[in-house]
């Protein structure tokens, strides 16, 4: 069964199964939509109504898990010692300038999707797509994988606080 043939034999239950796990997971329903197809068609298997399902959940499973792991900053790490005014002017312009420059070490398309995210113009997601030439569904997942990627390699750089407030 081709590409063509599932999404239209499956996507109504599928849109369906993604609606229902999403808000658990924490995720939006389209993201977890696109995951599941990447899944089933990375895996080239017979899919089955119940093989369906079984994969939507077990990816809202590991969305749940990956929330659970990422613990936001409360504040940013220098907020409670800086002084307000030019001191702390300068600290954020240099952090965003850490940031721009850790976005471009990202590799493949990541810098660039990336990039346009941060732009100051604040470009609608159409635009971004539009000057990517990648669809407009596509940017949330490749966000999600992109942001993780950056993650990762900060993580690396710099010793980041786990939770609780402890050292990795």
Request: hydrophobic share 45%; net charge positive.
């Amino acid at each position: 069964m081709n590409a063509q043939d599932l999404l239209t034999r499956y996507g109504p239950l599928l849109k369906a199964e993604c609606a229902a796990e999403a808000p658990a997971a924490g995720i939006d329903a389209a993201d977890l939509e696109h995951d599941v197809w990447v899944r089933l068609l990375d895996a080239k298997a017979a899919v089955s109504a119940h093989g369906l399902r079984a994969t939507v959940r077990a990816v809202a499973r590991r969305a749940r898990r990956r929330a659970r792991r990422e613990v936001p900053y409360a504040t940013a790490p220098h907020a409670a010692t800086a002084a307000p005014g030019v001191e702390q002017a300068v600290l954020d312009a240099e952090s965003g300038r850490e940031l721009r420059a850790a976005v471009r070490r990202l590799p493949g398309r990541c810098a660039g999707l990336l990039s346009a995210m941060l732009s100051r113009k604040d470009p609608t997601y159409r635009e971004i797509a539009g000057k990517l030439g990648i669809s407009q569904g596509s940017l949330g997942p490749i966000r999600s994988r992109c942001l993780g990627c950056l993650r990762r390699m900060l993580i690396a750089e710099i010793a980041a606080p786990g939770p609780w407030g402890k050292e990795r």
